[in-house]
């Protein structure tokens, strides 16, 4: 299984990123995907799940109306739209997969069997 996630960047308070994060490897129609996020000297965090239909979506409280995760199964790829970006929200994000079919991981304890991608770096600058 890969997992390869793209689109980070450097860009200033109030702006936008999109996340991509295109798997390979796994019946991606029937897995819940998740992205976390990791700033230095924090732990890894949750930031939003979708599942492998697309019908539930879950977001951590302060990504909430700011953030969109959305899926394109076609293409074996997981999204994260990111408005409104705050100093805060710098951190580098991961995409991953959890263990088995439909399953929607939020916690790091629920990925310990999991597929995890490699990072991409997202900054925002005051």
């Known amino acids: 299984v890969q997992l390869q996630a793209s689109g980070g960047g450097l860009v200033q308070d109030g702006g936008s990123l999109r996340l991509s994060c ?3 490897g796994l019946i991606f129609s029937v897995y819940s995907m998740s992205w976390f996020r990791q700033a230095p000297g924090k732990e890894r965090e949750f ?6 239909n697309g019908n539930g979506l879950y977001y ?4 909430k109306g700011r953030f ?3 899926r394109d199964n076609a293409k074996n ?4 739209q990111m408005n409104s970006l705050k100093p ?6 991961y995409c991953a997969a959890p ?11 629920e990925l310990r069997s999991g597929y995890w ?5 997202v900054t925002v600058s005051s």
């Open 22 to 24: 295109a798997a390979s």
């Open 47 to 52: 930031v939003a799940a979708i599942t492998w």
């Open 60 to 63: 951590e409280d302060s990504v």
């Open 68 to 70: 969109t995760i959305s």
């Open 77 to 80: 790829t997981v999204f994260l």
């Open 88 to 93: 805060e929200d710098s951190a580098v994000y």
């Open 99 to 109: 263990p088995r079919f439909y399953f929607v991981a939020q916690t790091i304890s």
């Open 117 to 121: 991608g490699q990072g991409t770096q």
